[in-house]
């Protein structure tokens, strides 16, 4: 029993070191990371790149608020926005708080307008992110929520976008509920329909943004730019720092005192998300996540009991013959393998992006041994 609130079912292990896939328990026993956690360790544990400059930052310089400049924030807003289609960016603490930031951006940019999501979509637990993610057993106890919020079938987002519509939010793959590929025509459609309304198109790119799906934003790939994007996840290499990517359409509608966070864009967590950059920004590099993503997919429809694989670079699920919370539990505590459960047949891997083909099917033999 500890002191920590009831607000996790934690499993019963405790860790203290890890390196690249590897962690490492109270105990000593190793374990190989295939969940990231959950996506935010994209360069693996203790990244020497990114050790070494927090460590540098830390010893000159960790907090000022934002009522001043600091060089390591003003170099990463300057390199999120000349490799996106930003224009400015609003830095915050988490994947919710950069949700919350552009749910104000979009209502700001057309009053008391509603935004419409997708079922099935996860926006983060704050009261704004939560209004934003149409799961019954996550609102229900908390009701009511901020009103404004139109949850629809991801198909039917493009006909109900209208004169009242603020904003579109929408991830271009769902994570939580179990990595759903949005359809590039879908997300096109979605486009023209805010185009023609004067919505705002939103993409939460939380997880899949910082290379997770084999190109450094998920948008990349499908063709449709948003004018904002949410980012946080992988962004610090394991330090919280989230993201509001602003572009052209409405870079103009915050104004000094609408917006702020204390700790936000810090000087370490900056230098931390340079440094992920510096190796991540890096066509071999995407072709190589493309290429362990194919991997792993292809080694997960081989096995026994699973009955289907999707994914895009190494952001992947597999259908099992259900159990798969159990399954999840199991690859744990019997193979020492980090992965987890979206749903009663869903399991989800997320392994860092430095993972070599060798760790790939070390945790395809490891699932092999369980469902065998």
Partial sequence: MTAL??????YDVTFESGSGCVLVDADGVEYLDFLSGIAVNNLGHCHPAVVSVV???VARLMHISNLFYNAPNVELAA???????GEFVFFCNSGAEANEAAIKLVRKARPRGDLIVAH????GRTYGALS????????????PLVPGF???????VPAAVGASTAAVLIEPVQGESGVNIMDPELLASIRSACDAAGAALVFDEVQTGMGRTGSLWAYEQVGVVPDAMTLAKGLGGGLPIGALVIGERLRDVFAPGDHGSTFAGGPVVSSAALAVLDVIDDEAFLAGVREQGERLLEGLRELPGVLSARGRGLMVAAEVD???PELAKRALLEQRLIINATGPTTLRFLPPL????EQVDDALGRLDALLS
């Fill in 322 to 324: 259900g159990g798969a």
């Fill in 5 to 10: 609130a009831p607000t996790y079912a934690r």
């Fill in 150 to 156: 139109i949850a629809l079938p991801a198909q039917e």
């Fill in 79 to 85: 390199r999120l926005t000349a490799r996106s289609f």
């Fill in 55 to 57: 460590q540098e930052q």
């Fill in 132 to 143: 934003a993610t149409p799961q019954e057993a996550k609102q229900a106890p908390f009701a």
């Fill in 354 to 357: 430095i993972v070599t083909a």
């Fill in 120 to 123: 099935d979509a996860f926006h």
